[in-house]
Structure formats: structure tokens, C-alpha cells
């Protein structure tokens, strides 16, 4: 918002001294000369001063909130006054009730106000609506090529393309939803899911992986958010990503410690149940079976750094002759093994980075595990680590 007046007539009105050729009923009338004073003045209580007609203009109102972003009450004051003043259909379709939210919600420092639940339920919304536009174009318009927009953000950046706000907002969503959302369960899971160690992150390159992940995602998402001239707005996004990707790093081994000691409790588990329910016609133990496929699959140290109580020596002579018990045991085993070493991800919902002071934080809570809700990955039964569960093993 551009000042149009000259300082002296401005600093007249402040100082409370005549202004001649100016009525001041006009001057309150105007938002232009409001908020020229306020921007000079800093002072809130002139804003009291404004017209009621002033106070619903919304780009008076969206430069107050600005002017004054470290006041969150009087900001809300400000934005609150607007946007009652709208009717329901406006609210509903008016592109400043959802900027002015979008706007607020991002000024508190609090998790959950109105100005956030708006935001929030507007953002859901548009979800919905691309899906949808996505769906109609598929099935009635096969000229349409939407290969690019997997989740439909062109179809947003197009409705709303005269707003920055809200095209952007969208988009920092989409991203957040991308890298900690309910289908890529966590930036842990996505990582640990892609790469073998922090080497081979590095070496692929941090900034690479969100190019090319967003780009998967949705590649016009990516294209308007790694924009050169969207820099400014989208950098404190990345950098924070890129801080959560330096505390997946460094919780690596207490990830792969605990992987490796989640793989090898349940192996033992589901290995040692199959033995017994089936009542286990064969002449080797739940270790040998275990032993046997570990040793096969290259995985021998894991069992025998993790195991509780697990003989690791290996004896070819034990294995020579095996009984058809034996042998649906190891199946079942090496059936395991494969698919629990297959990847380097733990379907738990805990994270290693809550061990830490700078915890990864997602702008949504995480959902629950993928293993509670993606057929095709396996689901164990509750581990019970009791001394008396892990005796149970050893009797076999």
C-alpha cells in the first residue's frame, strides 16, 4: 500500500494540528491516509480512529497486519473486524477470507487458534477438490494430459492464481504432506527407504532428494515451488526440511540398532509360533532354523549382536539331512529374512529423532504406522519379551 499523501499533512493529523483544504471525517474515510498514519505513527490506538468503511477495506486491513505481525492480539483485532463483516457466501468464495486466514495462521506462535482451523479446513477442501478434478479429467477428457499434477496442485495454482498467498500456501502444504504425511508415513521412513547409509544420501545430495521426490509427487508442485523467482518465500520451508534431514542422519545408527533389533524380535517370534502351532515335525531347534536362513541370507552378525541368548556357531553336519518339518520351518524363516532385510524401514510410528532436542516437526501430527494400514507389508503378532516368551524359543 503506497503513501499518497505528503509527510507534513500525515504528521498534522498525528500531531493533532490543523490540516487545511482537508475535511478530517474524509481523512478517517480513507484508507490510503490511515494507513499512512499508522506506518508513521506506530501507534495502534489510531487505528480506532478509522471509519468503519476503512476498517473493512482489505488492503488496509492486510497491510495493519502486516505493519503490526509481532502483535498478535491487535493483529487479530484487526483481521477479526474484517472478516465478520463478510457474508456466508463471501466467506465462502471471497479470495480475501482465506488469504487474511492464511495470513494469521501463520503469525501465531500458538498450535491451534481459528485463523489456523480455517486454513486448515480450506487447505482440506482443495484436496478434495483436485482429486476430483483429476478423477473427471481422466475419465472424460483423455486429450488432458495431467501426468505432471499426480495430486492435482495444477488445478489449484489455477483457480487461484491471482493470489500468491494462497497458491503458495497450498504448496507448503502439499510439500509437508509429501515428506511427513499419512502415505509417506515420515522423512525417516522416506530416507532410510531410498538410501543404505548416510553416505549414499550425501553423495545422491540432500537437495537433490526434494527436487526429485517432489518432482515424483507432483512435478508442476515442484516446478512452481523450486521457482528462482519463489526463493525468498519457499527457502525457510527447505531449510527446515534440510535441518530434519541433518537429525535423520545423525540418529542413523540408533535407527539401524533399533531396525535391526525389531527384525530380529520378531523373526524369533513369528519363527518360534509357527514351530509350535504346527507342532513342529522336524529334528532342529527354533536357533537352528534361525541360524540356518541367517547364515544363508548373510545376516548371521545382526542375530548374533541382537538375539536374546542365540548361539551363533554354525554347524553344516546339523543341516544334511533335514525333515519335511524342518524344511517348512526354514521356508518360513527365509520368507521372513527376506522381506524384513528387503529395505532399511521400521514400521514402528516411533521416531529416532524424538530422542532428540531438534525434533523433526511437521506442521500435521504423523498418522499411524504404515504396517497398520498398507496391505503387502507384513504384521506381527504383539512381541512379548518376557523371559518366558524367550524360554519358549529355546524349548524348540
Known amino acids: 500500500m503506497k503513501q499518497t499523501y505528503d509527510l507534513k499533512t500525515v504528521y498534522n493529523y498525528i500531531w493533532g494540528n490543523d490540516i487545511p483544504g482537508y475535511n478530517i471525517e474524509d481523512l478517517e474515510n480513507d484508507p490510503l491516509f490511515m494507513f499512512s498514519v499508522l506506518s508513521c505513527s506506530k501507534d495502534k490506538r489510531m487505528y480506532e480512529l478509522c471509519s468503519d468503511t476503512v476498517k473493512k477495506n482489505y488492503d488496509f486491513v492486510k497491510g495493519v497486519v502486516k505493519l503490526f505481525d509481532d502483535d498478535f492480539d491487535f493483529a487479530t483485532t484487526v483481521a477479526e473486524t474484517y472478516l465478520s463483516s463478510l457474508t456466508e457466501d463471501e466467506k465462502k468464495y471471497d479470495i480475501s477470507y482465506h488469504e487474511l486466514n492464511i495470513i494469521m495462521s501463520n503469525l501465531s506462535e500458538r498450535d491451534i487458534n481459528e485463523f489456523v482451523l480455517r486454513a486448515t479446513a480450506f487447505y482440506e477442501a482443495e484436496r478434495v477438490r483436485m482429486a476430483i478434478c483429476a478423477n473427471v479429467i481422466k475419465e472424460t477428457d483423455n486429450s488432458i494430459d495431467i501426468s505432471e499434477s499426480k495430486e492435482g496442485f495444477i488445478f489449484s495454482a489455477a483457480q487461484y492464481e491471482e493470489s500468491e498467498i494462497i497458491v503458495d500456501f497450498i504448496a507448503k502444504r502439499m510439500i509437508n504432506d509429501a515428506l511427513y504425511g499419512e502415505r509417506t508415513n515420515n522423512l525417516e521412513y522416506l530416507i532410510h527407504s531410498r538410501f543404505k547409509s548416510v553416505e ?197
Open 200 to 396: 549414499d544420501l550425501e553423495e545422491y545430495g540432500e537437495v537433490n532428494f526434494l527436487h526429485n521426490y517432489i518432482s515424483m509427487y507432483d512435478k508442476s508442485l515442484e516446478l512452481y515451488a523450486f521457482d528462482t523467482s519463489r526463493i525468498k518465500s519457499f527457502s525457510p520451508l527447505f531449510n527446515e526440511i534440510l535441518k530434519n534431514i541433518e537429525v535423520v542422519k545423525r540418529g542413523w545408527p540408533m535407527y539401524m540398532a533399533r531396525l535391526n533389533s525389531w527384525r530380529v524380535s520378531s523373526i524369533e517370534y513369528e519363527v518360534s509360533k509357527y514351530m509350535l502351532d504346527n507342532g513342529h515335525f522336524g529334528n532342529l531347534s527354533c536357533d537352528d532354523v534361525i541360524r540356518y536362513v541367517a547364515n544363508k541370507y548373510g545376516v548371521l552378525e545382526v542375530f548374533k549382536k541382537y538375539a536374546y541368548d542365540f548361539d551363533p556357531n554354525y554347524d553344516e553336519e546339523k543341516y544334511k539331512v533335514l525333515e519335511f518339518g524342518d524344511v517348512s520351518s526354514i521356508n518360513v524363516a527365509s520368507d521372513l529374512v527376506k522381506r524384513l532385510f528387503s529395505t532399511d524401514v521400521n514400521y514402528d510410528d516411533y521416531d529416532d529423532y524424538d530422542d532428540y532436542d531438534d525434533k523433526i516437526t511437521p506442521i500435521q501430527d504423523r498418522q499411524e504406522s504404515l504396517s497398520e494400514k498398507c496391505p503387502g507389508i507384513i504384521k506381527f503378532h504383539i512381541i512379548d519379551t518376557t523371559d518366558e516368551n524367550k524360554n519358549s524359543r529355546n524349548k524348540l
